[in-house]
């Protein structure tokens, strides 16, 4: 068969590829071409070959065991789709540099912590203005719906209906939209946010539901660095591993 002589071209029509399958590959995507780059221009010739592989997964220096072992992944997906052009192409044995995926035991907060998070937040700084009231919000949108921190934070005001107790949730985990139910005092403490923002943002042009202090829509980095420094004040993590968490599912929250 054909043998490519350069890999950018091909990791470009692999990428094409898998999008229209409806795969993001936002990180995947940049390794996979940031791998192609790499082996481009360090002269390799001929199909990928699992050295060379190796030798890209692990050019990081002091990174973690799993970050080599997700890079060598994004690369054996690659290899699969290249051996179809080039029976020559060796796929990196699975596991190499071990497991390239860890599941880690999810914290659930109790009813307890809820409370403490929400008081917290309700204590942020500036006293008095926006950011306090949007993350007290947002905690308690986490907590009442089980919605995930992006579909809350991509909410649109006309997402929100009040009055008929719904969430409009768009473009979700597997692309389709959904009807979320509200329990009353969600509903009420929605609608007081709402006045709320408009009052302390009378022309802001955004048409997000929950709005930073400076009238944006709230950052999903600045959120995760506020709610980790938030739980590391009230002691809800040790100090040899943060844990990924993710808050209750509330729906008869009263």
């Known amino acids: 068969m ?3 002589r350069c890999l950018l071209p091909l990791a470009q029509q692999y990428l094409e590829y898998r999008r229209v399958l409806s795969f993001k590959l936002k990180i995947e995507g940049q390794q996979v071409l940031a791998f192609a780059e790499y082996a481009d221009h360090s002269g390799h010739k001929g199909p990928i070959s ?16 799993l970050y080599y072992a997700r890079r060598l992944e994004v ?13 020559a192409t060796e796929i990196p044995q699975k596991g190499l540099l071990g497991k ?35 993350y007290l919000t947002l905690f308690g949108l986490l907590a009442s719906t089980g919605l995930r921190i992006s579909e809350a934070l991509r909410l649109q005001r006309d997402d929100v209906d009040i009055h008929q107790r719904l969430l409009r949730v768009s473009e979700t985990k597997f692309h389709k939209s959904r009807l979320v139910p509200l329990h009353h005092s969600c509903a009420t403490r929605l609608e007081n946010y709402s006045q709320f923002r408009d009052a302390y943002h009378i022309n802001s ?18 959120v995760k660095y506020t709610f ?9 993590f040790s100090e040899e591993r943060f844990q990924r968490c993710r808050l209750v599912d509330r729906w008869g929250r009263s």
């Open 2 to 4: 054909k043998t490519h």
């Open 75 to 87: 690369v054996r997906c690659f290899a699969r789709y290249a051996a179809i052009f080039d029976d």
């Open 205 to 222: 042009a955004s048409t997000a539901f929950l709005l930073s202090e400076r009238g944006n829509e709230m950052n999903y980095s600045t």
């Open 228 to 236: 980790r420094n938030i739980c590391n004040e009230l002691g809800f």
């Open 50 to 65: 699992t050295d060379l592989a190796l030798e890209w997964a692990r050019l990081p220096q002091n990174a973690s065991p």
């Open 100 to 134: 390239a995926h860890e599941r880690v035991q999810p914290h659930i907060y109790s009813e307890i912590e809820i409370g403490q998070l929400m008081l917290a937040a309700s204590k942020l700084s500036p006293s008095g203005g926006l950011r306090p009231q949007s």
